[in-house]
Structure formats: C-alpha cells, structure tokens
C-alpha cells in the first residue's frame, strides 16, 4: 500500500495509544532499513515501523492484491506492477474515500496528516523530510483522488527512479480495467484492516 493507505491504517488520535508515534513510524518506516536503525527509534515509534511493515508484507503476499499485478503484469508493468497496484489501490482509497473511513472527510484527514508529520519532521529520515515538503506543497493525499492525480504521481516516480520508465504507461494500465481493480481492492480492504488489528 502507499502513503494514504499507511497513515489511515496507523489508527485514531481517539482510540490509538501513541497515535501520533504510531504515525511518525509509520511514514519513517519508507526509509527505514534494518535492525539498527529500527532500534534507534523510541518504542511507540518503533511500533509504527513494525505496522509499516506489516501492510507491506500482508499486501504482498495477499492473493487478491496478486491477481491485481498479475493483471498489470500482462498489461506491460513487469517488475513494477505491485508499484502501480499499490499506487492505484490508494487511488481507489483516496477516490471513494467516505466509504472507508466515513468519520472525517479526505481534505481534512490529509491536512491533519501533514501538521503532524511537519510537526516531528525532524524525526524523519531526511529524504522523506524533503519528501514531506512537496507532498505537503502539491498536497499528494488529496490528489490522488482523481486520475490525473495518479497518473502524475507515477509519471514522477518514473523520472525518479533509474529503469522506471515503464511506470509512466501505469496509470493509463491501471485505469483501463478500474473496474477489476476496485473489485480486487473492496475484497482485499477489508482483509488488511482485519489483519492490522488482529496483529
């Protein structure tokens, strides 16, 4: 899953202990590699790390979220199909957002996001605090509701990203057959929450 996904599965200021350190650990965790670093952080934050790790490894290895790339895969994507189906189930997420998370609206949840992580940017590894600027500037959570919004991230990963070129033909990939994919993200959705709170 990608960055919406992450924050929304991290909890509830209400409900969550250490929400915030949930949170912070969370989005730190797309730059946070191995044992020693893991441990650098505080426990609360550590556990943000931990859940950051578990979507991914429940996302990849779900059946569902497999026929989505094995379809992308036919569709050209090679390697990078789990890229466009996690970037296009966040899409999917952003895009019908009232339905998965009916307590707050998309802008509002997003502007809350972004205060919280500028707030404690400087416990971030410092790619994602330059990261968290343009995010918060072009305002990526909100944006990826629409189509456009998808296509541009994907377009900008592949100039970023050495032999990702193919990505720039994701979005147009993924939204040729939306309607299986919403299908495959409605049954797999509610799987990973179940999955999350049950860890």
Not at 62 to 84: D, E, F, I, N, Q
Not at 134 to 153: I, K, V
């Amino acid at each position: 899953m990608n960055f919406l996904a992450h924050l929304l599965l991290s909890g509830s200021p209400t409900t969550t202990p250490d929400y915030e350190d949930i949170v912070v650990g969370n989005f730190a965790a797309e730059a946070v590699r191995g044992r020693a670093a893991l441990e650098a952080y505080p426990a609360a934050v550590q556990r943000g790390i931990r859940l950051h790790r578990f979507i991914d490894s429940f996302t990849d290895a779900h059946p569902v979220v497999r026929r989505s790339t094995a379809r992308l895969r036919a569709a050209g994507l090679g390697k990078w199909a789990g890229v466009v189906a996690d970037m296009g189930y966040d899409h999917l997420l952003a895009r019908d957002f009232p339905d998965f998370h009916a307590a707050e609206p998309l802008p509002a949840f997003a502007q809350r996001q972004y205060a919280l992580l500028q707030a404690r940017r400087h416990e971030l590894p410092e790619r994602l605090q330059h990261l968290l600027q343009y995010m918060r500037r072009d305002d990526w959570l909100t944006g990826y509701a629409r189509p456009e919004g998808l296509q541009r991230a994907l377009l900008g990963l592949s100039r970023r990203v050495p032999a990702a070129g193919v990505l720039a033909t994701g979005a147009a990939a993924f939204l040729a057959e939306v309607e299986a994919y919403e299908a495959d993200f409605r049954e797999f959705w509610p799987e990973l929450r179940a999955g999350v709170r049950q860890r």
